[in-house]
């Protein structure tokens, strides 16, 4: 049984940071891209992050490069999201997800990703 789960989510003031974690377990293998995805109230899902298994660049949406970092810990099979320099408008639900099995991101389309964590609220307040 495949199982993502993500921990972290919190509220901060604009400027500070947070750390999102995600375990994942359940797959026999990791050739995949596991990302972060975030929705807020009366908006679409967005992809905010991703990087692949075996490495590579990540990907990052415009609105969060430079300031987020997702990163992979292969031992412990957790993909890590930092984020640095929070926003108001970063304030959604933050979801882990994972593709199928894969050689890319799939430009952080959702649509790509058939395995989702339950979420983790991030609240980022003026």
């Known amino acids: 049984q495949v199982d993502l789960v993500e921990s972290g989510g919190g509220s901060v003031q604009a400027g500070g940071s947070l750390t999102l974690s995600c375990h994942v377990s359940?797959?026999?293998?990791?050739?995949?891209?596991l990302a972060w995805f975030r929705q807020a109230p009366g908006q679409e899902r967005e992809g905010v992050a991703g990087?692949?298994?075996?490495?590579?660049?990540?990907l990052y949406t415009d609105s969060v490069r430079g300031r987020f970092t997702i990163s992979y810990d292969n031992d412990e099979n957790t993909v890590i999201l930092q984020m640095n320099s929070l926003k108001t408008e970063d304030t959604a639900m933050y979801y882990c997800?994972?593709?199928?099995?894969?050689?890319?991101?799939?430009?952080?389309?959702?649509?790509?990703?058939?395995?989702w964590g339950q979420g983790t609220q991030v609240t980022v307040s003026s």
């Open positions: 997800a994972a593709s199928g099995n894969s050689l890319t991101c799939h430009g952080l389309l959702g649509m790509y990703f058939g395995y």
């Open positions: 359940g797959f026999t293998e990791y050739n995949r891209c």
């Open positions: 990087l692949h298994t075996t490495g590579g660049s990540p």
